[in-house]
T-cell receptor, first 118, second 111 residues
């Protein structure tokens, strides 16, 4: 089945640091990847849709200058949290959809990145 | 935007019992998805439903796509300790690929 790899799994850093998270589709090409944020005991909230070769589409309320997304190849999207602050601490999860196998919706998720800003 | 109402929010059951949870929506979905999330991990797809009225099983899990296309349920039979986790329903919204998630059902299985 489709596999999505996310790295790193955990980051602890000081306030003001920029953090980059990678999301890779391992056995399929993904023209579209998705970035979610999840706070404790809450559901997943879509932050942005990452489109290969073009600009990401951000959900309402998500600062595009704060959360930089780059999708430079069909198997890699990156999310950079710039000048992170404690309120950015959360669980960030990426997903991708195999356009040939999952045309109607199922996405495959990475294992998430636990970001803790001190 | 589209919203999914998932219930119950949490469940505490004895090992061996059956479990049922459901999702409802104010709008029609063409696909219903059920995921399970273990602590500290990403969601894993359990069952995908593509057709109104469809009933699909995956081992001890059974899910149905409601005939109105506005609801779905997930049943787990003969629960075991490894069933513990958060179960989410999800459906693609207006743009292909973007998912809307339910609020989740936290399942605890007591020995």
């Amino acid at each position: 089945g489709a596999v999505v790899s996310q790295h790193p799994s955990r980051v602890i850093c000081k306030s003001g640091t920029s953090v980059k998270i990678e999301c890779r589709s391992l056995d399929f090409q993904a023209t579209t990847m998705f970035w979610y944020r999840q706070f404790p005991k809450q559901s997943l909230m879509l932050m942005a849709t990452s489109n290969e070769g073009s600009k990401a589409t951000y959900e309402q309320g998500v600062e595009k200058d704060k959360f930089l997304i780059n999708h430079a190849s069909l198997t890699l999207s990156t999310l950079t949290v710039t000048s992170a602050h404690p309120e950015d601490s959360s669980f960030y999860i990426c997903s991708a959809r195999d356009p040939y196998l999952d045309a109607q919706g199922p996405q495959h998720f990475g294992d998430g990145t636990r970001l803790s800003i001190l | 935007g589209q919203q999914l109402n998932q219930s119950p929010q949490s469940m505490f059951i004895q090992e061996g019992e059956d479990v049922s949870m459901n999702c409802t929506s104010s709008s029609i979905f063409n696909t219903w998805l059920w995921y399970k999330q273990d602590p500290g991990e990403g969601p894993v797809l359990l069952i995908a439903l593509y057709k109104a009225g469809e009933l699909t099983s995956n081992g001890r899990l059974t899910a149905q796509f409601g005939t109105t296309r506005k609801d779905s349920f997930l049943n787990i039979s003969a629960s075991i300790p490894s069933d513990v986790g958060i179960y989410f329903c999800a459906g693609p919204n207006l743009y292909i690929g973007q998912l809307t998630f339910g609020s989740g059902t936290q399942l605890t299985v007591l020995p």
